[in-house]
């Protein structure tokens, strides 16, 4: 496997259930992101990892948290969700975790809430 | 505050046909980074070009070139003799150097539909 890899790359889950998003990067880097892309929207930034610590919280709501056990992974667990989280949700790596170095984006996991 | 505006939502195109992407940003640093991404209907974004705030010099690459104004603070994205395979939505960002960590902050994205 080569760059950035998410699992599942589609999921549909209730409101009452307990899912886990998966990012994995292969190319060395210590930073890693999770975005939310809704329909007509700016890619949001969620969370940033730099060196396995949390560096940024972009307000998101505690119904997902973030983990990170190494630098090569990145989870993102899901429980009691809305309808108005579905989305598309984007794993991104970068070097490190400054401006300077451009991040390399995963293809996604679609998420559906009903 | 820092923003992007990428005014064209959608343009649509026939194949061999020239078409430049507009970008317009917002900051107030004076040392930042912008981007360009494109996004096929996979999903993943594909990282085309970064830019450095303090070199305008313009960039061709192969069909692709980005004409950088600082005067006017835009970033457009020209692709030449498009194809079919251009079509994607595609995004420009800028990036926050004067936060803790690499804040990317994205535009809306344009969609390109190039017909044949």
């Known amino acids: 496997e080569t760059g950035v890899t998410q699992t599942p790359r589609h999921l549909v889950m209730g409101m009452t259930n307990k899912k886990s998003l998966k990012c994995e990067q292969h190319?060395?880097?210590?930073?890693m992101y999770w975005y939310k892309q809704s329909a007509k929207k700016p890619l949001e930034l969620m969370f940033v990892?730099?060196?396995?610590?949390?560096?940024e919280n972009n307000s998101v709501p505690s119904r997902f948290s973030p983990e990170c056990p190494n630098s090569s992974h990145l989870f993102l667990h899901l429980h009691t969700l809305q309808p108005e989280d579905s989305a598309l949700y984007l794993c991104?790596?970068?070097?490190?975790?400054?401006?300077?170095?451009?991040?390399?984006f995963g293809p996604g996991t679609r998420l559906t809430v009903t | 505050a820092q923003k992007v505006t990428q005014a064209q939502t959608e343009i649509s195109v026939v194949e061999k046909e020239d078409v430049t992407l507009d970008c317009v940003y917002e900051?107030?640093?004076?040392?930042?980074?912008l981007f360009w991404y494109k996004q096929p209907p996979s999903g993943e974004l594909v990282f085309l070009i970064r830019?450095?705030?303090?070199?305008?010099q313009n960039e061709i690459s192969g069909r692709y070139s980005w004409n950088f104004q600082k005067s006017t603070s835009s970033f457009n994205f020209t692709i030449t003799a498009s194809q079919v395979v251009d079509s994607a939505v595609y995004f420009c960002?800028?990036?926050?150097?004067?936060?803790?960590?690499?804040?990317?902050?994205f535009g809306t994205g344009t969609l390109l539909a190039v017909q044949p």
């Open positions: 960002a800028l990036s926050d150097p004067g936060g803790a960590t690499n804040k990317l902050i």
């Open positions: 991104a790596s970068s070097q490190d975790g400054t401006s300077r170095t451009q991040q390399y």
């Open positions: 900051t107030r640093d004076t040392t930042y980074y």
């Open positions: 990892y730099s060196l396995e610590e949390r560096v």
């Open positions: 190319l060395g880097h210590n930073a």
């Open positions: 830019r450095n705030s303090f070199d305008e």
